[in-house]
């Protein structure tokens, strides 16, 4: 008999989302319909925040930029409706739990690559390194849930940061990308303190998520593996090993296998450490091994047989959740305060 899935309890401490909630959430969900699926909503927000990096290619113009900025904060509405219609009707479910976290972990990949493009950095090692930080956040925060049963997070999270970043956007597309770069503060452009204030608050945000993690006494072994992983995919790309497309499809997939184990060990009470720390650290390896050893056009043809390989891994372990989750065995309620997230 498979495992009951255990109880769902969030933490959340967002400064903003009680207010965001009260004045754009609630006011509009009496007005949806009863038989609507969350699910639908849940993945309404996923092909929303797609369209808004897909948008910003092949190059970023000023209504492109407006544009995307306007898709992400419709996803944002989205991401914390769906959850809150679900109570509000009656169809909160394990299903709807894993979806929510196993896109939002997706759709905060293409976040980190909106923000890079906003900071125009897309094509930089600064910008991969931003880029995959935003993503490697939630990893890290559904790997605590993993090991600790409880989904944390902090003041500043998914509504502050997308506000900061969307507002960070509608000035590139009005004044440009060139205003962010000629404004400086204590001799840094405003680029520059974006960038290193983004890079701080998610570093301390994933550095939160392990030191809770080592204080509950559990092994902190994968998430390492995880930041090596990156750190050796970064450092390939800043020797011109790897063209940035790959780099970027690395980068990803190995944060995709990491939190999609993170959430099949979730729901099934398991050990997520041993497996994804080998996969990840044999990934390190090989991007560092072939960045020294080969010409770079092999060197990205390694990338992407690796990139393939750890897709693979994370849409297997997907496919799993999904049955897992969708199976008829008894779940228990959800408990949630009352500041939970969408």
């Not at 898709?71 to 394990?94: I, V």
């Not at 405003?190 to 204030?197: A, G, K, P």
């Amino acid at each position: 008999m498979l495992p009951i899935p255990p109880v769902y309890k969030v933490e959340d401490r967002s400064v903003l989302l009680p207010h965001y909630k009260r004045f754009l959430v609630d006011p509009v969900l009496p007005h949806l319909p009863a038989r609507l699926s969350p699910n639908s909503i849940t993945h309404a927000g996923h092909f929303l925040c797609l369209a808004a990096m897909l948008v910003l290619y092949p190059s970023p113009r000023p209504w492109t930029m407006a544009a995307s900025a306007l898709l992400l904060l419709l996803y944002l509405w989205c991401d914390n409706a769906d959850g809150a219609h679900a109570r509000r009707t009656g169809q909160a479910s394990t299903a709807g739990e894993y979806l929510d976290h196993g896109l939002d972990l997706v759709n905060c990949v293409y976040i980190g690559v909106v923000s890079a493009a906003a900071l125009d950095l897309d094509g930089h090692t600064r910008g991969l390194a931003m880029a995959s930080s935003i993503a490697c956040a939630s990893a890290t925060t559904i790997w605590e849930q993993a090991v600790t049963g409880v989904f944390r997070l902090g003041m500043l999270n998914q509504i502050e940061s997308m506000i900061f970043l969307t507002a960070v956007m509608f000035i590139d597309a009005v004044f440009g990308v060139e205003l962010l770069e000629s404004v400086t503060v204590f001799g840094l452009s405003l680029m520059s303190c974006i960038w290193f204030f983004v890079c701080f608050s998610v570093a301390f945000g994933i550095l939160r998520n392990v030191l809770r993690v080592g204080a509950a006494k559990k092994s902190v072994v994968p998430a390492l593996a995880l930041f090596g992983c990156l750190g050796a995919i970064w450092a390939a790309h800043a020797e011109g090993a790897l063209a940035t497309v790959v780099a970027y499809a690395l980068c990803a997939t190995s944060i995709l296998a990491f939190g999609a184990r993170m959430l099949r060990a979730r729901i099934f009470a398991a050990d997520p450490g041993a497996l994804v720390t080998w996969m990840l650290a044999a990934t390190a390896m090989t991007v560092l091994a072939s960045s020294r050893l080969l010409s770079a056009s092999s060197g990205d043809v390694v990338g992407v047989a690796v990139a393939a390989a750890l897709g693979t891994f994370a849409a297997v372990n997907a496919l799993v959740i999904a049955r897992r989750a969708t199976s008829p065995s008894p779940s228990p309620a959800a408990v949630e305060p009352p500041r939970a997230a969408g």
